[in-house]
């Protein structure tokens, strides 16, 4: 048993060991430690997504969904091996388990002595306050690889906290490994994951066989979430700017603070808007597109999206993918092209920025 790590002990941990660490919005202090304990903490545990992308995984892990909210784990590692902090404390990952499965890793016995059947999640011990989770960037259909980065990455995290807590690699366990309910991290086998992270644990932090993500490193991007604080109304036939005013994760400078702007240049961002109207009349269409400004003057317009109006509604997910040059930022607009005036009721921007020199 230990404490848990405090966040500076966990990045100066996963640094030492090589990992690219993307710290994303409020993470140190994002956790569900209302709702139960954290710790002592056994081990950790390693999960799937069951998503593609990496802005839009980011965003499920950190803000979880009406069933489960979030945080659902401590760090997203994604396909290209960063790891994105998301909580630190309790978090919404483990679940109910078997106690057979804890005393092992207690023990760190866990694959050495004989491995009992797991029980079903919800007749099991309260995991969130006991594991580390790690939810890795995967469909989880057993078909979806696993690029070389990522795995090096998951074999890193897990090999940082077992240095920083002295344990051996039999305290990392998969989720299916703790619950009979599960079946992630598919793709990964895990005894394989544990003898490779026993091999780097042989070595000092900073070794590098040749196949980690210091072989090509690159800058990482900023988490940018924005969204609204309250519906607002759009009139007929004009063209208006999303004025932002509910801001969950932006780094400095990086949009206007209750403005339109979401992104500055020089950067290139990729990402998407989710977007619901009210009162949108069935058959008419809203138009979405991306706008350069510089200051407040208009310089260009990018491809239109459309969101129809239906009997159930009207929502849509609008891609943003582009590159915005130096003195610009980037704006999102909408026409509203019925007879009456419509509402804006939600508006979640997820973006991923890579800054540009």
């Known amino acids: 048993m230990a404490a848990p790590l405090t966040p500076d002990r966990l990045l100066q941990a996963l640094r030492d060991e090589g990992v690219r660490v993307v710290e994303v919005g409020n993470w140190r202090t ?10 002592p903490v056994n081990g950790s545990i390693v999960h799937h997504t069951v998503t593609r992308g990496t802005a839009s995984s980011v965003a499920m892990v950190r803000d979880g969904y009406t069933a489960l909210p979030g945080p659902l784990c401590h760090g997203m590692i994604a396909k290209n091996g960063r ?17 057979r499965v804890l005393d092992q890793v207690v023990a760190e016995s866990y694959g ?13 011990v309260d995991g969130n306050a006991r594991f580390y989770g790690w939810e890795c960037e995967n469909l989880g259909d057993g078909k979806d690889p696993w690029p070389g980065a990522q795995y090096d990455a998951i074999v890193r995290v897990q090999a940082a906290l077992c ?18 309910d599960k079946v992630d991290p598919r793709g990964i086998d895990m005894p394989r994951l544990r003898a490779d992270v026993a091999e780097r644990l042989k070595h000092p932090a900073s070794w590098n066989p040749g196949t980690g993500p210091n072989e090509e490193e690159d800058d990482m991007p900023d988490y940018v979430n924005l969204g609204l604080a309250k519906p607002y109304t759009l009139k007929p036939n004009v063209w208006d700017s999303i004025e932002f005013t ?7 400078d990086g949009h206007a603070a ?20 009210d009162g949108l009349p069935v058959g008419d269409v809203v138009q979405v597109r991306m706008s350069e400004y510089e200051g407040d003057e208009y310089m260009a317009d990018h491809p239109v999206h459309e969101i129809v109006g ?17 003195g610009r930022g980037m704006r999102v607009r909408l026409l509203n092209q019925s007879e009456q005036s419509i509402t804006l009721s939600s508006a979640v921007l997820t973006v991923l920025v890579w800054k540009e020199s």
């Open 258 to 277: 209750g403005g339109a702007v979401f992104v500055r240049g020089a950067a290139r961002f990729t990402g998407s808007i989710s977007l619901r109207f």
């Open 246 to 252: 509910q801001e969950w994760s932006d780094t400095a």
């Open 112 to 124: 050495s002595s004989p491995t009992p059947p797991t029980r079903g999640n919800a007749n099991g």
């Open 30 to 39: 994002h956790n569900r430690n209302s709702r139960g304990p954290w710790g």
């Open 83 to 99: 790891v994105h902090l998301v909580g630190w404390g309790r978090t919404n990952h483990a679940g109910g388990g078997d106690p």
């Open 310 to 326: 239906t009997p159930g509604g009207a929502f849509g997910v609008t891609p943003l993918t582009k590159r915005v040059g130096k």
């Open 163 to 180: 240095r920083a807590h002295g344990w051996s690699a039999k305290s990392v366990i998969g989720h299916r490994e703790w619950s009979s």
